[in-house]
């Protein structure tokens, strides 16, 4: 059978798990291929969607005249469902038996939908709320909403369950890797007529496993002798990573000499504290695991969130993880067995739980070890790719 996965860049995190589950599956000896909007960095693995323009030439003459409506800037993402990629641009890439989506957003238009799913079978795995919303990919913070992306947001959600009214709800089945994500989308209006199913994301555990600390501390210049808290993200002015509420969090902590390491883009004038190291982004996988390995403990503080990659690596490489009770967080958290879970955006429960981390440090070393044994049973790559592969027969009808 032949799978063909779509996502609009080969970088982020929704990027990242889907790349992991295409490896997954060509381990396999299933054809599975990956192609993108735009690729960030060379991957031999992944191909560019031809681009095929899908307006009028009048209309690019006036936008090329006239210039572009300006797009109103917020700290929450958000995107219409529109492209201007034509069906052709698609048909240029191989015929599949199965299309896989991932996360689209300007790169299919959900006009194509029904053409789509005329075409094959679809596949849609939700990495964040968009799909099945108006236009945002997680809910808007109340004072970065105008009446201009209100009336943006009605009219692309009444566009979306138009679509969705001319295809067939066995034409389409949507997978989520988290329970709140199967929750929020099956009873969504835009997505609840479609067979929903829950697989979470898989990691590679010979990549994502638990590396010596001291020696990992040397390598990146890391002092061997602290108590180190991780933190990961890419957006700091995001409100929904979190991480002012984890900086003020720090500043609240009574634990004496507490290491800060942050691994991202743009966080280098972001200072924690005078044990504050920034390693910066980091894109190759063996290197994040020495990373996770280094610390005593993650700290993930976003507010809105499906299955966050760091919570899933870190604990892959036996570092306990401390995060809010929200999104799909809990699904691989589980207090007192692998980590620690506080109330939504509550600082001062924040930095108790750190301070209650390294005061009763025996914890670290058991709750690692558990949340690698966690990652093993529940979470390899193998077990996910094996689960698509089991829907992907399910689809077709083949034994």
Avoid at 171 to 200: G, N
């Amino acid at each position: 059978m032949l799978i063909q996965h779509l996502n609009t860049y080969n970088t982020g995190g929704a990027a990242r798990a889907a790349l992991r589950l295409h490896l997954g599956l060509l381990r396999q000896d299933i054809d599975s291929r990956f192609a993108v909007k735009t690729k960030n960095f060379e991957d031999s693995s992944v191909l560019e969607v031809p681009f095929v323009d899908s307006r009028n030439p009048l209309i690019k003459k006036i936008t090329r005249q006239f210039g572009r409506t300006k797009r109103i800037s917020t700290q929450s993402p958000y995107n219409n469902g529109r492209s201007h990629y034509s069906f052709k641009s698609f048909r240029q890439l191989s015929t599949p038996d199965i299309y896989h989506f991932h996360w689209l957003a300007k790169l299919v238009d959900w006009s194509l939908l029904p053409k789509f799913a005329k075409s094959a079978p679809i596949i849609w795995t939700l990495h964040d709320m968009q799909p099945f919303s108006g236009i945002w990919h997680y809910q808007p913070y109340e004072t970065e909403v105008t009446t201009e992306l209100e009336r943006l947001d009605a009219k692309t959600l009444k566009f979306k369950l138009k679509v969705i009214q001319s295809i067939a709800e066995d034409r389409v089945i949507i997978v989520s890797p988290s329970k709140w994500l199967y929750e929020e989308s099956s009873q969504s209006e835009v997505f609840s007529k479609f067979r929903h199913f829950r697989i979470p994301y898989g990691l590679d555990t010979d990549v994502f496993r638990p590396h010596d600390k001291l020696v990992v501390r040397r390598k990146h210049n890391l002092p061997l002798d602290l108590p180190i808290v991780g933190v990961m993200a890419d957006r700091l002015e995001d409100p929904r990573k979190g991480l002012k509420l984890f900086s003020e969090a720090i500043n609240r902590c009574k634990t004496q000499n507490l290491g800060i390491l942050t691994i991202g883009e743009n966080l280098e004038q972001w200072r924690l504290s005078k044990n504050h190291y920034d390693l910066g982004y980091i894109n190759e996988d063996h290197n994040l695991a020495e990373v996770y390995s280094a610390c005593d403990l993650m700290v993930v503080p976003s507010l809105q969130d499906n299955l966050p990659n760091a919570v899933l690596e870190a604990m892959a490489c036996s570092t306990p993880v401390l995060g809010f009770d929200v999104g799909g967080i809990p699904d691989m958290v589980r207090p007192g067995e692998n980590g620690w879970l506080v109330p939504h955006s509550n600082i001062e429960a924040l930095a108790n739980a750190m301070d209650h981390v390294f005061a009763e440090d025996q914890l670290i070393e058991k709750f690692g070890q558990n949340a690698r044994k966690i990652i093993l049973q529940d979470y390899s790559l193998e077990r996910q790719a094996t689960q698509y592969i089991d829907l992907y027969r399910q689809i077709l009808n083949v034994n």
